[in-house]
Structures are given as C-alpha cells and as structure tokens.
C-alpha cells in the first residue's frame, strides 16, 4: 500500500486547510477493510494521533486536540481520506501524516502503513 499526503502549506491563524491522502497499490475490496488515520509531529516531539477513519463504514475516531475543529472524512470512489482543518493554530503546526490500520486506532504502533508527511505551518 502507498500512501500519498499532499495538502499541507503556510496558513495563518484562524484559517482552514485541507490535506489529503491518497491511497494506491493494493486491491481497494482488500483495503476497504483499513482504518485511515492522520497524525502529527512538531520538531522534537512524539508523533500524535490527530484523528481516524474506517474506509467501510465511516466510523470516526478524534483526538481530543482535533474535536470540534477538525473533521476527517474519505472518498471511496477516489481511494483519498481528508482532513479538513479550521479555526488553525500556530500549535498546529506539525508534519501531518496519513497512515493505514487495521483497527480504529490512535497508536503508532498499530499503523502498518505511512504516507511520506505533509508540512503544515500556522503563523501568528
């Protein structure tokens, strides 16, 4: 599976951004049974758990950071999960990557598969 984050840019605060994520390389009937997720890491820090998706059902999962500002949806037709960010904060600013799970989950360790990591900068 290959994972494709594009998206990211300089944004001011309080302005919105969307990323995407594009998914390739694997029969999607297989893939649909992943969970997609989008985490985070500022230099020097951990890579955080931002928010998660299931491919079939929807289902979603948010980090407590990301509620009520940012909204993770996908597109099966195109094989591309986004996240949409608003209300952005100079905290924010991070490397955002995608990445594929089998569970619904919020640990690193249960990703199999990574996107390559967009930058996402917010000024103040």
């Known amino acids: 599976v290959q994972l494709q984050a594009s998206g990211g840019g300089l944004v001011q605060a309080g302005g919105s951004l969307r990323l995407s994520c594009a998914a390739s390389g694997r029969t999607f009937s297989t893939f649909r049974s992943y969970r997609m997720g989008w985490f985070r890491q500022a230099p020097g820090k951990e890579r955080d758990f931002v928010a998660a998706?299931?491919?079939?059902?929807?289902?979603?999962y948010y980090a407590n950071s990301a509620k009520g500002r940012f909204t993770i949806s996908r597109d099966n037709a195109k094989n591309t999960v986004y996240l949409q960010m608003n209300s952005l904060k100079p905290e924010d600013t991070s490397v955002y990557y995608c990445?594929?799970?089998?569970?619904?989950?919020?640990?690193?360790?249960?990703?199999?598969?990574w996107g390559q990591g967009t930058l996402v900068t917010v000024s103040s």
């Open positions: 998706i299931s491919w079939s059902d929807g289902s979603t």
């Open positions: 990445a594929a799970s089998r569970f619904l989950a919020s640990m690193t360790s249960e990703y199999d598969y």
